[in-house]
């Protein structure tokens, strides 16, 4: 029998190791998988390579505090704003800061989930992002490579889940949840709730099992309320 | 006040609200629209409801409806500035590959994006103020950028200090190169063509002179254009 279950959020952080490059999925504070960011605190893996979104959010909690806690090396994401803590580590120096345009950053991970080494995309040719890349002109127009963005574990927050690793997900939590599922070795998920299998309609599973290992139910309830930034 | 003008002005800029009609005006039915963060997202709430336009997020939804209420609100539904927002009958949710699939495939036929400076070549600099900026945040910018069949830019004319943000070349860090098409401002409405600004529309009360006084590059007539 294929059972994705653990049974708790330690077991599901179990071998993440110092050094991982850890694919974290959200878009703001929704889809945000915070109860496994809590565990890989609780875990103490150190040296970390985080690729997210955004550079945190609530300020207490997730993603701020793993940084605070000097846990991460480097963040690779498209908008490192939401959070003091990333602002002031990354003026002390403490924290390396990889800003890659936000379609670039979720077809990276794409690529690397599809087996595709590498893209050429218009996206940022001529400006400072494309610095140290090679760029091709095709068919009149440039082009800059961007490399596949593997991760060693990726943490991501589903809707329902069943004991295969079947996952929906909720209104716009999808966002970097399905793709980071696909670009990871060891992929992890924090799901609202679990059900049987064959209760998740075929036609509508976004991320099909085989895309995932450790499922652990958390019903976290709602995002909080959402603030723009 | 701008620049060094010695009398005081005898017409008035439009309001923020009043350009988001203005380029609303301009949609029609059956566009799928991209609106960037802060003034462009005035827009949406000025196309008739009875307009089909159906406006994308790059966080993963298509039939982006008005911004949520106390009564209709959904934690889950989210926009890029991450505001929560309603869908709209006919929305879709999808993720974030597919969304910039979207952007960079050239499906949407119009990104609106507001901007610190836009040269005469349709070069568009929005995401960093300076080279030496420390974390500057670029979110999807650059995709919307270059992928968008169209790319507009509603911005005031100048900054408050009076600089030009119309310019021959810009200062800040480049967003795209040669991608804007057309600026709507406070003071004008401009196509960018091969040949550099075209001024198509002029506030009332302001001269085509007034309007070459405040910005940075050279203007051109357009064919249409009513003042003098």
């Known amino acids: 029998m294929i059972d994705k279950r653990v049974a708790s959020i330690a077991e599901a952080m179990a071998g993440v190791p110092d050094g991982a490059t850890v694919l974290v999925g959200g878009f703001g504070a929704v889809g945000h998988p915070y109860a496994l960011i809590e565990g890989l605190i609780e875990h103490g893996a150190r040296e970390l390579t985080i690729v997210t979104n955004n550079a945190g959010w609530a300020a207490d909690s997730g993603l701020p505090k793993l940084m605070g806690l000097g846990r991460v090396r480097k963040i690779i994401c498209s908008f490192p704003r939401g959070s003091s803590v990333f602002d002031e580590l990354y003026r002390a120096g403490k924290i390396e800061l990889e800003i890659t345009p936000q379609g670039t950053l979720a077809e990276r991970i794409r690529a690397a989930g599809a087996g595709i080494p590498a893209f050429f995309t218009a996206t940022a040719a001529g400006t400072r992002l494309a610095a140290g890349k090679e760029v091709r002109e095709i068919n009149g127009r440039s082009y800059v490579l961007e490399q596949a963005l593997h991760g060693d574990v990726a943490l991501v927050e589903a809707w329902r889940a069943d004991r295969w690793g079947n996952l929906i997900y909720r209104g716009t939590g999808r ?6 599922a696909m670009a990871a070795e060891l992929t992890i998920v924090q799901t609202q709730e679990m059900v049987a299998l064959g209760d998740l309609d075929p036609e509508a599973i976004v991320t099909p099992g085989i895309f995932v290992n450790r499922v652990v139910p958390v019903p976290y309830g709602d995002p909080p309320p959402a603030r723009a930034a | 006040m701008v620049m060094t003008i010695s009398t005081a002005p005898q017409f008035a800029p439009l309001s923020r609200a009043a350009m988001a009609a203005r380029v609303a005006a301009d ?20 196309v008739p409801a009875d307009r089909e336009v159906v406006f994308h997020s790059e966080n993963g939804l298509l039939g982006m409806g008005p911004v949520a209420t106390p009564e209709n609100l959904d934690p889950w539904i989210v926009n890029a500035g991450k ?21 960079r495939g050239g499906h949407l036929d119009l990104c609106l994006l507001g901007a610190y400076e836009v040269a005469e070549t349709g070069d568009v600099a929005n995401w960093a103020t300076s080279e030496t900026e420390a974390a500057p945040a670029v979110g999807g910018a650059m995709d919307l950028a270059v992928g968008a069949r169209r790319l507009w830019v509603m911005m005031e004319h100048t900054t408050r200090d009076g600089s030009p943000k119309l310019v021959e070349r810009c200062s800040y860090p480049l967003t795209a190169q040669r991608a804007v098409k057309r600026i709507y401002t406070n003071l004008a409405v401009i ?9 198509s529309e ?14 940075g590059a050279k203007l051109h007539r357009g064919a249409g254009l009513k003042q003098d």
Not at chain 2, 202 to 215: H, K, M, N, V, Y
Request: charged share 15%.
């Open chain 1, 175 to 180: 966002n970097f949840n399905p793709i980071m």
């Open chain 2, 27 to 46: 949609i029609p039915e059956g566009w799928y629209v991209n609106l960037g963060i802060g003034m462009p997202t005035l827009v949406a709430d000025c």
């Open chain 2, 83 to 103: 505001q929560n927002v309603t869908l709209r009958s006919g929305a879709s949710l999808f993720h974030h590959a597919d969304s910039f699939a979207i952007i």
């Open chain 2, 191 to 199: 196509e960018v063509t091969d040949q550099g600004f075209v001024v």
């Open chain 2, 202 to 215: 002029i506030t009332a009360g302001l001269s085509f002179d007034d309007l070459q006084a405040r910005t």
